[in-house]
């Protein structure tokens, strides 16, 4: 489990779209 702020830090600094499909890879790699 990642800490609550790095999804804070992802979303931020990607925007909601990119911060949250970076998020979702660092958890299931296999998603390309």
């Known amino acids: 489990m990642r800490p609550f702020g ?3 830090v ?11 499909a970076s ?3 660092s958890i ?3 998603i390309k």
């Open 6 to 8: 790095y999804v804070i």
């Open 23 to 25: 998020y979702l890879r």
């Open 28 to 30: 299931w790699p296999d």
């Open 10 to 20: 992802s979303v931020g600094g990607g925007g909601l779209i990119g911060g949250t």
